[in-house]
Every structure is written in C-alpha cells, then in structure tokens.
C-alpha cells in the first residue's frame, strides 16, 4: 500500500507499506502533488531499471537504506534495522512489493 501526505509546509511525501502496514520506504519531500504522483507511478518501471540501494550504518550502529533512482536521486528511506540482515529482508521485501504493485494503488 502507498500513502500519500501532504505536509504542513505544502511538500507530499509517501511511504511504501507492506499488506500488514509496516513501512517499507518513507519518501523524500515532493514540492507538488503531480510531482510525487510521477514518482510514485515510475517506482514500477524502477523495478525493471537499475536502481540502487545505498546501504548505510547511523552513529547508533543501526542500519538503514537509501533508495535512489538510476540518475542517482534520492527516493526515499527505509526505517531503522537492528541488524544487517534484517536491513537486506527490508531491501528484498521492497524489490518484491515494488514488483506487485497496481497501477490504482500507486495514484
């Protein structure tokens, strides 16, 4: 599931979420509402492009990811692992659910 928000300072930003609700991917700001529907709407040909998942380790020793888009511009990020391994399920839960997602579900 895709939600979109819209923020207080007029940006929208979405997040990516499993059947069950958890969050896969939290966007970056979108200055308009046609700008993150374009986004949203190509995360689907992301999955037949290349993309990259920028790996990452916080001051904490928690792990995370970015995603980025194949001109290397940042789509969003992922929540907080424990572990590198529970970083990699999150990346292969997000490959697997960009893969399924509808064409009315990302609008």
Same mark, same amino acid.
Request: avoid cysteine.
């Given at each position: 599931m895709?939600?979109?928000?819209?923020?207080? $300072?007029?940006?929208?930003n =979405?997040?990516?979420n499993?059947?069950? +609700?958890?969050?896969?991917?939290?966007?970056?700001g979108f200055? !308009?509402k046609?700008?993150?529907?374009?986004?949203?709407?190509?995360?689907?040909l992301?999955?037949?492009?290349?993309?990259k998942f920028?790996?990452?380790?916080?001051? $904490?020793?928690n792990?995370? =990811?970015?995603l980025k888009?194949?001109k +290397?511009?940042?789509?969003?990020?992922s929540?907080?692992y424990? !572990?590198?391994?529970g970083m990699?399920?999150g990346i292969?839960?997000?490959k697997?659910?960009?893969?399924?997602?509808?064409v009315?579900?990302?609008?």
């Amino acid at each position: 599931m895709i939600k979109i928000n819209k923020q207080e $300072n007029n940006t929208y930003n =979405f997040s990516l979420n499993t059947t069950t +609700g958890n969050a896969l991917l939290y966007s970056v700001g979108f200055s !308009s509402k046609e700008e993150i529907k374009n986004v949203v709407s190509g995360l689907k040909l992301l999955d037949k492009q290349h993309y990259k998942f920028e790996r990452k380790t916080d001051h $904490n020793g928690n792990f995370l =990811f970015n995603l980025k888009d194949k001109k +290397g511009q940042l789509i969003g990020n992922s929540q907080l692992y424990g !572990s590198e391994a529970g970083m990699e399920n999150g990346i292969k839960n997000l490959k697997k659910r960009i893969a399924i997602l509808k064409v009315s579900e990302s609008l």
